[in-house]
């Protein structure tokens, strides 16, 4: 079975997410986690987690919302994360695409998850848009500082030098359906190269949704297109490359797996 590490499920309104995970279901994906962006936000996701015994959570601020609350402390950041169905920090990360927040109010912010991902040992997920040289920076003074701490560039379509620099501290890296773009070449030739150890498969839910969808609302279903061109660049048929990334997935966020194992 699939698992879709990063979509958000809080984009469909209640009555319509029993439908949304049956038809993840059908595609062969057996499990969701659904992304926090606000603070604010993490009771209802806690809540979406607990209403499906297949979905999990994160907690965190999305640096696009990074000015619109305090930088969060790391211990506050911690005492989210402490309930059973989170199992991820973040999504935190800068984004200089958009630049929706100050940024050096959105490098404080990221610094504050990254501290609170090494605190927690839960793995923290990383947004990357246009910033490739201050996230590196930033991971590996991390790093230096304070050691290791797992992460992860989700939905990655950033330059091939940030995604090996993350490899090289521990990181991993996801991919969306952006992997099934015409003009992905660049992305399709850094997922067969990295190694198989490290990569994850998402929709990013209700964006970006993969060939041949692309331009409608994507659902963690369409995960299963998404690993099927993955697949594909890396000489693997689909169940092994299903294997392959939720293995990778369980043993990055270890909540999840110490959760599923029982």
Request: net charge negative; aromatic share 6%.
């Amino acid at each position: 079975m699939l698992i879709d590490s990063h979509c958000h499920l809080d984009h469909w309104e209640e009555a319509e997410r029993p439908g949304l995970i049956a038809r993840a279901g059908e595609a062969g994906v057996g499990t969701l986690i659904t992304i926090g962006v606000r603070m604010r936000q993490a009771a209802l996701l806690k809540s979406i987690a607990e209403a499906f015994p297949n979905v999990w959570c994160t907690v965190g601020i999305h640096p696009h919302n990074a000015g619109e609350e305090p930088v969060p402390e790391v211990a506050d950041l911690v005492a989210l994360a402490d309930h059973p169905r989170v199992v991820g920090i973040g999504e935190s990360g800068l984004d200089y695409h958009y630049d929706k927040a100050p940024r050096d109010v959105a490098a404080e912010s990221f610094r504050s998850h990254i501290r609170a991902a090494r605190e927690t040992g839960l793995p923290l997920v990383v947004h990357a848009r246009d910033a490739d040289a201050d996230i590196s920076r930033i991971l590996q003074e991390e790093h230096d500082r304070g050691g290791a701490f797992p992460f992860l560039l989700h939905c990655f379509s950033s330059g091939r030098q940030l995604a090996e620099d993350a490899v090289k501290i521990g990181g991993h890296v996801s991919f969306s359906g952006i992997i099934t773009f015409r003009r992905s070449d660049d992305l399709r030739a850094l997922a067969r190269d990295l190694p198989e150890d490290r990569l994850l498969v998402e929709t990013d839910a209700p964006y970006l949704a993969p060939e041949p969808w692309r331009g409608k609302r994507c659902e963690p279903a369409m995960v299963a297109q998404t690993a099927k061109a993955l697949a594909s660049v890396r000489g693997l048929t689909m169940p092994a490359l299903a294997d392959l990334t939720a293995a990778n997935t369980q043993r990055l966020f270890s909540r999840l797996r110490v959760a599923e194992a029982a």
